[in-house]
Each structure stands twice: as C-alpha cells, then as structure tokens.
C-alpha cells in the first residue's frame, strides 16, 4: 500500500518538527520554504530527513492524489501575503500559525485581529471562502511548541495516556480529516467547536503551550 502524504508550508522550527513526527508514523511528507527544492534538501537531511522538498505551488500535489489532501501552514503571520491561496486550492488547510506582538502583520490580517476575530477565522477567508479556492481551514498545531512535538507525539501509547491537541474547525469533514492525522501521529485530538473557538488555543489563551490532557481541554469548553 502507498504512504499517506501530507504537505508542509514552512520547513523551520515547527513545520519541520511536524514532519518528524509525521515520518516517526509512516507518513510520507512533502515540505518547501522559500528555498529551492535543492536548496532545502542539505537544511532536510538535518532536520527532516526522508522528508521530500518541493516547491511552494507544488505542495499540495501528493497529499491530493494519494494523502488526505491535508497542508499544515507553518509560516510566521508576517510572511502570509507571499503564501498564494492556489498553492492549497481544493485542501483542508491546517492552521498552525501564530501572531506574535511583534510581527508586523499583512493588512488584511490585522484588520481581522482589530474586528477582534481569531486569526484562524480571518485566514479562513483568505485562503478560503474569500478566494474560491475550496480550501476548508482547520485551527490545529499551533499551540504545542516545537521542541514538544516529538516528545508530545506518542502513537504507542493509548489515547487517554497521550497529549491532547485542540482543534477547531468550521466542516466536520475536515475536522475528522486532521483528528485522524493527529491520532496517527500519537496526540490524542480533542474538538473545541467550530473556528469563533479557537481563541482558546491562541498565545494567550489557557490550552497555548501547555502539556494538556483531554479532561483538561475540556473543562476550558462552554
Ligand atoms: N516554533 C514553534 O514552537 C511553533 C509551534 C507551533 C506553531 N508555530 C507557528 O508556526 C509558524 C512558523 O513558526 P516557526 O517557528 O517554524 O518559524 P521559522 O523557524 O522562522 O520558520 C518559518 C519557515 O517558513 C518559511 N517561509 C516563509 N515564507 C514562506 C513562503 N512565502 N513560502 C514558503 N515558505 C515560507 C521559511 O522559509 P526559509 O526557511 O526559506 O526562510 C521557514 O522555513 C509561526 O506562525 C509560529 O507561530 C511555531
């Protein structure tokens, strides 16, 4: 049978600490940055080995014909308006970026943030419903640092003994898309509610950066 594959944008920090514990589970992962394919291949070796570059507009080419059809965003906030929605068109689109006080933000995302909307709702129009691209976000990742997901991510444990990872999400569709990725990756999924949720999981919300249970995600529910 052929691997599953899922797409990373952003092959720093946290989109390469995504790939390990994706290619840990048996998931065949295509990664890009800025870099060329051949540029990122050395920069890989390193820190995602067996992951295969690619460039930007082909990140979602794989994870459509045999994966999912799952991108995880992991670009600084600030770096968004060089992310072209056509890159991801027709995908579940995960979330997991931030917005850190001192990036100076793309305009159209620090209007969503002064309208007081959660980040995820305003990337969500971006590359989704605002462009017709059919992407379906999917807030999730964001809020475990990448120095934990390795350790975070333990797939030979039981669910109720692993780290629990939020995700919030307007197309149930989509949701159960990424919860089995999360499950297969060894965290244990928990659904906060649709994207208006996903405040909680923000920087200074109570589930960011913190080694979370289940029970305690779902206590931080209405
Ligand atoms: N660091 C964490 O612990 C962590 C955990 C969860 C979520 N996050 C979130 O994930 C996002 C990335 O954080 P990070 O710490 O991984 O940042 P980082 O280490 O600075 O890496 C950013 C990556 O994005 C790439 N990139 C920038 N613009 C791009 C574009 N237009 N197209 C394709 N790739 C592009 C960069 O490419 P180059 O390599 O070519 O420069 C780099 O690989 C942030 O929103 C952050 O809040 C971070």
Same mark, same amino acid.
């Given at each position: 049978?052929?691997e599953?594959?899922? @797409?990373? =944008?952003?092959?720093g920090r *946290?989109?390469?600490?995504?790939?390990?514990?994706? =290619?840990?589970?048996?998931i @065949?992962?295509?990664?890009?940055s800025t870099?060329?394919?051949?540029?990122?291949?050395h920069?890989?070796?390193?820190y995602a080995? @067996?992951?295969?570059?690619?460039w930007p507009?082909?990140?979602?080419?794989r +994870?459509?014909a045999q994966g999912?059809a799952?991108?995880?965003?992991?670009?600084?906030?600030?770096?968004?308006?060089?992310v072209d #929605?056509q890159?991801?068109?027709?995908?579940?689109l995960?979330? *997991? +970026? /931030?917005r850190?006080?001192?990036e100076?933000?793309?305009?159209?995302?620090?209007?969503?943030i002064?309208?007081?909307?959660? +980040?995820?709702?305003?990337l969500?129009g971006r590359?989704g419903?605002?462009?017709? +691209? @059919?992407v379906?976000?999917v807030?999730?990742? /964001?809020?475990?640092?990448?120095h934990?997901?390795?350790s975070? *991510?333990t797939?030979?444990l039981?669910l *109720?003994q692993?780290?629990?990872?939020?995700?919030?999400?307007d197309?149930d569709d989509?949701r159960?898309?990424?919860?089995?990725l999360?499950?297969?990756?060894?965290?244990?999924?928990?659904?906060?509610?649709? =994207? #208006?949720a996903s405040r909680?999981?923000?920087?200074?919300g109570?589930?960011?950066?913190r080694?979370l249970?289940?029970?305690?995600?779902?206590?931080?529910l209405?």
């Amino acid at each position: 049978m052929t691997e599953p594959v899922v @797409g990373i =944008l952003g092959a720093g920090r *946290a989109g390469t600490a995504f790939a390990r514990a994706m =290619l840990r589970a048996g998931i @065949g992962v295509d990664i890009c940055s800025t870099r060329s394919p051949k540029a990122l291949r050395h920069h890989l070796k390193i820190y995602a080995p @067996g992951a295969a570059p690619v460039w930007p507009a082909e990140i979602a080419e794989r +994870t459509k014909a045999q994966g999912p059809a799952i991108v995880v965003l992991a670009v600084p906030q600030e770096e968004l308006d060089d992310v072209d #929605p056509q890159w991801v068109a027709s995908t579940v689109l995960v979330d *997991a +970026t /931030n917005r850190w006080h001192d990036e100076l933000l793309p305009s159209w995302l620090q209007a969503g943030i002064d309208e007081q909307l959660p +980040t995820s709702m305003v990337l969500a129009g971006r590359f989704g419903a605002g462009s017709g +691209t @059919g992407v379906r976000l999917v807030k999730a990742l /964001n809020h475990i640092a990448h120095h934990d997901v390795e350790s975070s *991510a333990t797939p030979e444990l039981p669910l *109720a003994q692993r780290r629990a990872a939020a995700v919030a999400a307007d197309d149930d569709d989509a949701r159960g898309r990424v919860m089995g990725l999360l499950v297969r990756m060894g965290l244990d999924p928990v659904s906060v509610g649709a =994207l #208006p949720a996903s405040r909680i999981m923000e920087p200074d919300g109570p589930l960011f950066n913190r080694p979370l249970r289940r029970a305690d995600v779902l206590r931080h529910l209405p």
